[in-house]
T-cell receptor
Framework: GESVGLHLPTLSVQEGDNSIINCAYS??????FIWYKQESGKGPQFIID?????DKRQGQRVTVLLNKTVKHLSLQIAATQPGDSAVYFC????????????FGTGTRLTIIP | DTEVTQTPKHLVMGMTNKKSLKCEQH?????MYWYKQKAKKPPELMFV???????INESVPSRFSPECPNSSLLNLHLHALQPEDSALYLC?????????????FGPGTRLTVL
């Protein structure tokens, strides 16, 4: 399944399938990006990050892709599990040195058993 | 210790009350943050402390007063709040390094203003 972030804030995916969550960022000068996962009643949890000098970074079951040309960020989750159900936020650093992160609106991912 | 702790978990206060939110981290991080999060919205930055000095205030009303007593502790003093201030208040910390400086979040304090 695939979301387009701002225009489709919810995404439902069958357990075991791959998920793609998209994010359009606003500032072409942003040089650092983070994906966070937030479960109900909890604080955001760091998933993976990427600097603007890279276009891909992989973690455990997750991959972040960065396309600076179109200011687009995506999070791919492989073989989704029920525990992946959460709201996912992308965040961009728009003021490097002061560590100010600006968050996107978020996408709710629901895993269907 | 790799976590940010926040107390209390829940807080209910009246508009004339004075209360404080507390945040603690023991990861040696030199930047600490307060965010406000309304339901179904992303976190909004309120304050940033870098090396125990206030470096960013996002035009937050003076009824919110941050304090950083030392590099491990961050407080948010609340006074004369309004019902619209009800939200989840999140604390975060980061290393202030020039590369991969991810912010780690606490579980938040759920604040209700009556």
């Amino acid at each position: 399944g695939e979301s387009v972030g701002l225009h489709l804030p919810t995404l439902s995916v069958q357990e075991g399938d791959n998920s793609i969550i998209n994010c359009a960022y606003s500032n072409s000068a942003s040089d650092y990006f983070i994906w966070y996962k937030q479960e109900s009643g909890k604080g955001p949890q760091f998933i993976i990050d990427i600097r603007s000098n890279m276009d891909k970074r992989q973690g455990q079951r997750v991959t972040v892709l960065l396309n600076k040309t179109v200011k687009h960020l995506s999070l791919q989750i492989a073989a989704t599990q029920p525990g992946d159900s959460a709201v996912y936020f992308c965040a961009e650093n728009t003021d490097f040195g002061n560590e100010k992160l600006t968050f996107g609106t978020g996408t709710r991912l629901t895993i269907i058993p | 210790d790799t976590e940010v702790t926040q107390t209390p978990k829940h807080l209910v206060m009246g508009m004339t009350n004075k209360k404080s939110l507390k945040c603690e981290q023991h990861m040696g991080h030199r930047a600490m943050y307060w965010y406000k999060q309304k339901a179904k919205k992303p976190p909004e930055l309120m304050f940033v402390y870098s090396y125990e000095k206030l470096s960013i205030n996002e035009s937050v009303p003076s009824r919110f007063s941050p304090e950083c007593p030392n590099s491990s502790l961050l407080n948010l003093h609340l006074h004369a709040l309004q019902p619209e201030d009800s939200a989840l208040y999140l604390c975060a910390s980061s290393r202030l390094a020039r590369s991969y400086n991810e912010q780690f979040f606490g579980p938040g304090t759920r604040l209700t203003v009556l």
